[in-house]
């Protein structure tokens, strides 16, 4: 998560439509920024009913990207898309006339060039919020602290949950819409299981440093919230910007669908 504040970005009011945005969504939940925001453990469980976001227009049908062709499919429907713009259809050749093959042939290289660059930026981000996290925790507890080792814990799992569902491998970018329907229940599901653990550790390194520090190194809930929120202000406005170009990209390709695949 880009930033500490009781109203987290990703979270936010701002585009929350139904339908669910693939990727900012996991940087933020299951990485526990979300604990660091309430001062007891009873206050805990509120965090963790996550406020379902997305996009006004979201892609319904899986895209699989290879060097030749794009593929679309949806219920017992594929779309097979060649870098020409001439289509297949549950492999019949479809007859497009040469507006719509041209519509086609755009649709199929600006997915070729938005899906795997969505994914680049979106592990980069993580990445780098993961990075200042860790710097953050090792300033404020120390090396050594507990909290800083399960964050780690979490990077492979924060990475598989964004596989499931944008992924590049054998050669293939894919987007399931499966796996993009259930990844809000998925994250909360994360959240309510590390996000206690994670807020115990923070509070009791917190306690242990008021306790042994000394004066001018002890710190609060409140000091550790200020300095994520500082540290990470640059992130918040990363984590908006793809946001809100991952809303346009999807209305772009409805679009350009539209003009080749009849509803």
Known sequence: MPTISNTPLIFSNKVAHKGLMPTIKIIGAVLGFLCLTHTNLSQANDMFALEKIGCPIMPTK????????VSLSQNSDT?????DGSMTLNGKFVNLSENEQNKAEQ???????????????THTLIDTNLEKLDTTIVDTLGKNSQLREKIKELKPIIFEE????????NNEVNLSIANLS??????ESLSKKHGQEILKIALSEIAMKQLLAP???RI?????????KERFASEDKKARALLETSCDMFANWQTLESGFIKQ
């Open 62 to 69: 899986n895209i699989t990207i290879t060097d030749k062709t």
């Open 79 to 83: 779309w097979l898309i060649s870098r």
């Open 107 to 121: 649709f199929q290289q600006t997915v070729r060039d938005d899906l795997p660059n969505l994914l680049s930026t």
């Open 162 to 169: 964004l596989n499931q569902v944008i992924n590049d491998k």
């Open 182 to 187: 259930a990844i809000n229940e998925n994250i």
């Open 215 to 217: 004066k001018d190194q």
């Open 220 to 228: 609060n809930l409140s000091d550790l919230q200020n300095t994520l």
